[in-house]
């Protein structure tokens, strides 16, 4: 079974940074799509960025170029570089391994969520 473990969210001013940090379990991370969602209240749950087991990354419009995501396959880890913050980014941000290489789509393992808090 693999576990995902995210962390560094918190409360931060528009205009300002956090990382987010998702670490896995087990063997299959450097071999799956990876990424993070993010759910606001009342709101639906989107996909903000993704990136493929070969480090190919793709972000929703709504945070290109202010948001960056990378990976460490030699700690199992995702990250998510948030800059530029602004209040509608507020939102509880899920991790994802999906169940192939170049997708998130579909079946997958779910973190347990991290708040991030973006106040004006």
């Known amino acids: 079974q693999v576990q995902l473990v995210e962390s560094g969210g918190g409360l931060v001013q528009a205009g300002g940074s956090l990382r987010l940090s998702c670490a896995a379990s087990g063997s299959i991370f450097s071999f799956r799509a990876t990424g993070w969602y993010r759910q606001a209240p009342g709101k639906q749950r989107e996909l903000v960025a993704s990136i493929t087991s070969g480090g190919s990354p793709n972000y929703t419009a709504s945070v290109q170029g202010r948001f960056t995501i990378s990976r460490d396959n030699a700690k199992n880890t995702v990250y998510l570089q948030m800059n530029s913050l602004k209040p509608e980014d507020t939102a509880v941000y899920y991790c994802?391994?999906?169940?192939?290489?170049?997708?998130?789509?579909?079946?997958?393992?779910w973190g347990q969520g991290t708040q991030v808090t973006v106040s004006s």
């Open positions: 994802k391994i999906g169940s192939s290489s170049w997708t998130l789509l579909g079946g997958g393992y």
